[in-house]
T-cell receptor, first 112, second 111 residues
Framework: GAGVSQSPSNKVTEKGKDVELRCDPI?????LYWYRQRLGQGLEFLIY????????KSGLPSDRFSAERTGESVSTLTIQRTQQEDSAVYLC??????????FGPGTRLTVL | KQEVTQIPAALSVPEGENLVLNCSFT??????LQWFRQDPGKGLTSLLL?????REQTSGRLNASLDKSSGRSTLYIAASQPGDSATYLC??????????FGKGTRLSVIA
């Protein structure tokens, strides 16, 4: 069956521009997670959705970052006024209840 | 706050050798412990999931164990192959919560 998909796979943008990253979870998965992996570093949690609500936004690094989920399906992570330190691979994962998390291939964001 | 540590950071072994990757965590109140593989420039592939009531899981040449009392998990790879070369990540969570990741062990299997 289809796994988690993310788009775009690569995004190059100029400092100060806004970007939107999309995640399509596995159909029926109730939980959706966004993580970030900067070059040479471990994965850091950004935000988690249960259904369409986000009980845990504690990982969002600043108010330039926001995310939404609609229809208990697609999620969009938006970064406003991008900075060079936002350059990273943004990974999305989904899970069914408390079961294992399945990851998408990621979006590589480069801010020039 | 959960912290996950992986040792060693990098490991190089000859093909055919059996090896063990180590993972330790600070909070034993975990629900899931998950091992992943990450190839350069790629996303994460889930290898094994151990739930808190389980002690180990096996898939092919891979065996993962969990000892909550000591805060440790190990990933055993039997008869290693060059195709096993990748970064292996250990992560833990408590129920339906975000995973806390270790920094990974970068494995190189030399033919």
């Amino acid at each position: 069956g289809a796994g988690v998909s993310q788009s775009p796979s690569n995004k190059v943008t100029e400092k100060g521009k806004d970007v939107e990253l999309r995640c399509d979870p596995i159909s029926g998965h109730t939980a959706l997670y966004w993580y970030r992996q900067r070059l040479g570093q471990g994965l850091e949690f950004l935000i988690y959705f249960q259904g369409n609500s986000a009980p845990d936004k504690s990982g969002l690094p600043s108010d330039r970052f926001s995310a939404e989920r609609t229809g208990e399906s697609v999620s969009t992570l938006t970064i406003q006024r991008t900075q060079q330190e936002d350059s990273a691979v943004y990974l999305c994962a989904s899970s069914l209840n408390v079961r294992e998390q399945y990851f998408g291939p990621g979006t590589r964001l480069t801010v020039l | 706050k959960q912290e996950v540590t992986q040792i060693p950071a990098a490991l190089s072994v000859p093909e055919g050798e059996n090896l063990v990757l180590n993972c330790s965590f600070t909070d034993s109140a975990i629900y899931n412990l998950q091992w992943f593989r990450q190839d350069p420039g790629k996303g994460l592939t889930s290898l094994l999931l151990i739930q808190s009531s389980q002690r180990e899981q096996t898939s092919g040449r891979l065996n993962a164990s969990l000892d909550k009392s000591s805060g440790r998990s190990t990933l055993y790879i039997a008869a290693s192959q060059p195709g096993d070369s990748a970064t292996y990540l250990c992560a833990a969570n408590s129920g339906n919560t975000p995973l806390v990741f270790g920094k990974g062990t970068r494995l190189s299997v030399i033919a």
